[in-house]
C-alpha cells in the first residue's frame, strides 16, 4: 500500500468523467487500498480515484464509521434537503456551503464485485454526493451557494 500524490484544483483529470470498472483485478484492489491510505494520511472523508489521477468508477469514503468502498456508484434515490459545509482534499483551504439530498441510496459494487446498496442520511450522504460528483468530473466550488473565511469556519466548529 502507497500514498499517492492528491491532484489539486486546475488539474484538468479533476475535470473529466471517469470509466466504469468492468473487472475487479489486482490493479483496482491496489487503488481501492492505496486510496483509503491516501485518505486517512490527509484526514479525509472521501477520496475518488480521480483525485490520484486514475478515472476510474472508485471512491473510499469513512466519516468515522468504517472505511466505506464503493466501485462504479449509482445513486438510486435522493430525497430530502441539506446545507452542507465541505471542503475538499484537491481544493485545500476553501471552504462553503452546498446544498445535498438529506438522504441518498447508493448501488456500487464491493471489492469481492458483490452488489450492495447503502442508504446513508446526513454526513454520509453529503460524502456520497460529493465523491460521486468527482467521478463526474464536478467539484464542490462548482455547487458553493456561499464560500467561507477560515475565521468563520473556525467560529462555527466552536458553537457546535
Known sequence: MAIRNILKDGDEILRKKSREVTEINDNILILLDDMADTMYKANGA????????????VVVIDI?????????????????QQTTIE???????????VERPARVVVEALNR?????????????????????????????????????????????????
Open 64 to 80: 468515522g464509521e468504517g472505511l466505506v468502498e464503493l466501485i462504479n456508484p449509482v445513486i438510486k434515490e435522493q430525497t430530502g
Open 46 to 57: 472521501g477520496l475518488a480515484a480521480p483525485q490520484v489521477g486514475v478515472l476510474r468508477r
Open 112 to 160: 469481492k464485485g458483490e452488489k450492495i446498496t447503502i442508504e446513508s442520511e446526513g454526513f454520509m450522504a453529503q460524502a456520497v454526493c460529493h465523491e460521486v460528483d468527482h467521478l463526474d468530473g464536478i467539484l464542490f466550488t462548482d455547487k458553493v451557494i456561499r464560500f467561507l473565511d477560515e475565521e468563520e469556519l473556525d467560529r462555527m466548529e466552536q458553537e457546535s
Open 87 to 97: 471542503g475538499c482534499l484537491s481544493i485545500p483551504g476553501i471552504w462553503g456551503e
